[in-house]
């Protein structure tokens, strides 16, 4: 079984960029689609960013898009949340997930099997 343990939050102001790492336990990690969703203050949680698990193909939220970047290093089993040009808006929990399935609507909706605890990342104006 997967499990996920992210790191990286942090309170920053904006403008800056901070990187989110989830490092993954077991061998067959490298074929699981990996991503990030994150929960603001007061709202609902909502998908960020999810890579294949050969990292080469990527996918985003329009919200995101442009200032974030996913990626992944399987041979440290460990997705990477680069986010450049944080805006107060970004503060939130940020969360990895992880799949065995393809990216799909599963993703769309946060139905998935395999969730770390969570980092908070808090950008003031």
């Known amino acids: 079984q997967v499990q996920l343990v992210e790191s990286g939050g942090g309170l920053v102001e904006a403008g800056v960029s901070l990187r989110l790492s989830c490092a993954a336990s077991?061998?067959?990690?490298?074929?699981?689609?990996a991503g990030w969703f994150r929960r603001a203050p007061g709202k609902e949680r909502e998908f960020v960013a999810a890579v294949s698990g050969s990292g080469g193909r990527t996918y985003y939220a329009d919200s995101v898009k442009g200032r974030f970047t996913i990626s992944r290093d399987n041979n440290k089993n460990t997705v990477y949340l680069q986010m450049n040009s944080l805006k107060a808006e970004d503060t939130a929990v940020y969360y990895c997930?992880?799949?065995?399935?393809?990216?799909?609507?599963?993703?769309?909706?946060?139905?998935?099997?395999?969730w770390g605890q969570g980092t908070l990342v808090t950008v003031s104006s």
């Open positions: 997930a992880a799949d065995p399935l393809e990216f799909g609507s599963r993703w769309n909706f946060g139905n998935l099997g395999i």
């Open positions: 077991g061998r067959t990690f490298r074929i699981y689609t």
